[in-house]
């Protein structure tokens, strides 16, 4: 058998997924070539790094709200379309009451009305928007804790 | 009548599964049968089992652990959501994890747009002093690895996935899963070789 290919079987020699045929091919191959034997051992000690290579673990407290994190979140979800719709409508008629002098003066032009309720909506829709966020990153310092 | 017997039935089941789910004897599948319902509850049997991997995964991909939290999170969220279209025949964990690795990629396209700084100096690895340099080494090359490559190293090494179950995640045969592991290995043994002195 090609060397090449005895490699690619070396590769997954340490990884326990070869056929007992495999493994003696790989393992009779290596008794006969020097090169193979050399890369035998190469990989053998390449796993042995890779088996220590661990991502930085975080703070044992995140694994115990982690459920509840995700389950606020979905329970909440329905409440804050709810609550964003209702403060639009309540900040929209605020903000309407206090111009309304200005939306029935026939003396202003149709167009700068309609421009200004535009503003005035933009306004109530990018208020609340920012007021969740807030939120949202109040809720996440819970984390703060947790290192970078 | 007969309706509100059925959904009787069907309540006096989904109670009966919840307290085996208490006692942990239902299957996965039986499990997501009762979230498909709308059960919450059941739904974090699944978190639970899968928080670790979903976590680690982000973790590889975005290099900063409170984003790793908060994409994770997002990616159970959005498969809670979707959870109906979900096939119960077929395992949870390949079919989240497209959800997991989109949530990712959105998030490097959201990182691009407002060029932020590379995460290559992102340290996201356990290292012991001794061999830190060849460890930080050994990242990098992981990191400049083509991506289905480096989505195997990681699914392979730090979350210890066996070929079948990297080949449903991925959903590749086992022989291009072995194939690509091996040309991974060859280039990261080359980096790994400089530093205890292969040939």
């Known amino acids: ?148 | 009548m007969q309706q509100e017997t059925a959904l009787n039935g069907d309540a006096v089941l989904l109670g009966a599964k919840n307290r085996m789910l208490e006692k942990k004897v239902l299957s996965e599948r039986e499990i997501l049968e009762v979230v498909q319902k709308g059960n919450k509850e059941a739904y974090q049997e699944i978190v639970v089992r899968y928080m670790q991997s979903a976590y680690y995964v982000a973790l590889a991909f975005v290099h900063n652990q409170q984003d790793a939290l908060d994409i994770s999170q997002d990616a159970f969220i959005r498969a809670f959501r979707r959870i109906k279209k979900f096939d119960t025949e077929k395992p949870f964990f390949p079919w989240f994890y497209k959800i997991l690795k989109n949530l990712c990629l959105d998030y490097f396209k959201r990182r691009q747009r407002r060029h932020e700084v590379p995460l290559e100096n992102v340290r996201v690895l356990e290292v012991e002093h001794e061999d830190r340099e060849m460890k930080k080494a050994l990242w990098k090359g992981i990191e400049e690895l083509p991506p289905e490559q480096k989505e195997i190293i990681i699914l392979r090494y730090f979350r210890q996935f066996s070929y079948q179950e990297m080949a449903d995640v991925l959903g590749k045969p086992i022989g291009t899963i072995m194939s690509s592991l091996y040309y991974a290995k060859r280039r990261l043994k080359g980096i790994v070789g400089k530093y205890l002195g292969f040939d």
């Open chain 1, 1 to 148: 058998m090609e060397h090449e290919k005895i490699r690619e079987l070396i590769s997954s020699y340490h990884d326990s997924v070869l056929s007992a045929e495999q493994r003696r091919l790989v393992e009779e191959h290596i008794k006969e070539c020097d090169s193979c034997r050399k890369e035998f051992e190469e990989m053998r000690k390449f796993e042995e790094v890779m088996d220590k290579m661990e991502l930085k673990k975080p703070p044992k407290e995140v694994w115990q709200i982690y459920w509840s994190s995700v389950y606020n979140r979905l329970e909440r979800r329905i409440g804050w379309i709810l609550f964003s719709i209702g403060a639009i409508i309540i900040l929209f008629y605020v903000g309407y009451k206090a111009i309304e002098g200005i939306i029935q003066d026939p003396t202003i032009p149709l167009l700068l009305k309609v421009g200004i309720l535009g503003v005035l909506a933009g306004l109530v829709v990018l208020l609340v928007s920012i007021g969740r966020e807030r939120i949202f990153v109040r809720q996440k310092e819970r984390y703060k804790e947790v290192e970078k």
